[in-house]
């Protein structure tokens, strides 16, 4: 099992910045990709980002790329995403994802919720405009 716990998230104004953690604990071994996934009232799940923890290999949605960035502290079982320019459509509830135990293609980009299979409760992002 591997328990995922997400922090950073609060209410911003519109052009501000956060930083949301994600903190990685039991069974981590062989967990290779982490990211972010989002969801706002009424609105399907959607994709944000995801980091293969071994290669370093980013994937960031179309909708937000260019302003987030996410990183990871392996040494800490930690995943960071930084997001700037929040705008109000950034409301949303963001989860953190993991994919443990699966394997994993290195080249290859996990954007799909089902290729995840741990998921934390979520850090509500809100951003006033």
């Known amino acids: 099992q591997v328990q995922l716990v997400e922090s950073g998230g609060g209410l911003v104004e519109a052009g501000g910045s956060l930083r949301l953690s994600c903190v990685a604990s039991?069974?981590?071994?062989?967990?290779?990709?982490m990211g972010w996934f989002r969801q706002a009232p009424g609105k399907e799940r959607e994709f944000v980002s995801s980091i293969n923890l071994s290669t370093g290999r980013t994937s960031y949605a179309d909708s937000i790329k260019g302003r987030v960035t996410i990183s990871r502290d392996s040494a800490k079982n930690t995943v960071y995403l930084e997001m700037n320019n929040l705008k109000a459509e950034d409301t949303a509830v963001y989860l953190c994802v993991a994919r443990q135990g699966l394997g994993y293609r290195p080249a290859y980009d996990y954007k799909a919720f089902q290729e995840f299979n741990y998921w934390g409760q979520g850090t509500q992002v809100t951003v006033s405009s």
């Open positions: 039991g069974r981590t071994g062989s967990t290779y990709v």
